[in-house]
């Protein structure tokens, strides 16, 4: 008598074998424990269920770097939302001015100046004023009465560079920052100098490099 070959879903219905089963929530993959006890566990086990390394937040190797990209963003927003909730609103601060304001290209952009910009929409001190199409959008800024320019612009098939520009620049020198870029290959910013989250925070909060 042969008996059908075992499938995931019979695997995991066992405690046995559920026990050395990991899951990824975020791409759905099965897989084991790298200290699973391999001569224990029936050679289909092995074959359904391969070595897969999990980040502490239980993120399979594959989805890591997008996580981690996603949770860096996250950041950079809180960064900007904790600024706002304690000064009222981002138009008196000289790094926040530089960094979403600055020139990025021509074969690259910089994610958190992206963000801090697409950002700033939401942030309840700017009231958007005339919107002209959907790249070109006026903001006041109801705490101030400072006004500013938000512009996108695709340089890419679905890659934007997304700057805030205020009416009068307030911007003294040129520091050649920037943070979480993205280029095309041979395009990289080779003349400027890539913060890390950490240091870009300290940046922020400081005007130090
Ligand atoms: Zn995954
Ligand atoms: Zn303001």
């Given at each position: 008598m042969s008996s059908k070959p075992k499938s995931h879903e019979d695997f995991l219905a066992e405690q046995l074998y559920r026990c050395w089963i990991v899951h990824c929530d975020i791409c759905g993959r099965y897989g084991r424990f790298g200290d699973s006890p391999i001569h224990e566990l029936p050679p289909k086990f092995q074959e359904l269920f391969p070595v897969l390394t999990m980040s502490p937040?239980?993120?399979c190797q594959v989805c890591l770097p997008q996580y981690n990209f996603q949770k860096e963003m996250e950041a950079v927003r809180a960064v900007l939302h904790d600024y706002v909730q304690k000064?009222?609103?981002?138009?008196?601060w000289a790094q926040f001015e530089y960094w979403v304001s600055k020139e990025q290209g021509p074969g690259w952009h910089d994610e958190y100046q992206n963000i801090l910009a697409d950002e700033s929409l939401h942030l309840s001190c700017f009231q958007q004023d005339i919107?002209?199409?959907?790249?070109d959008t006026f903001l006041t800024c109801r705490n101030c009465g400072r006004r500013w320019q938000y512009v996108s612009e695709e340089?890419?098939?679905l890659a934007y560079k997304n700057r805030l520009i205020p009416d009068?620049?307030?911007?003294?020198?040129?520091?050649?920052l920037i943070g979480g870029w993205f280029a095309t290959a041979g395009f990289e910013p080779a003349s400027k100098r890539v913060l890390s989250f950490e240091n870009w925070k300290i940046y922020m909060f400081t005007g130090e490099v």
């Open positions: 937040d239980g993120v000064h009222g609103c981002p138009c008196n919107v002209t199409d959907r790249f340089w890419r098939m009068h620049s307030r911007i003294t020198s040129n520091p050649g």
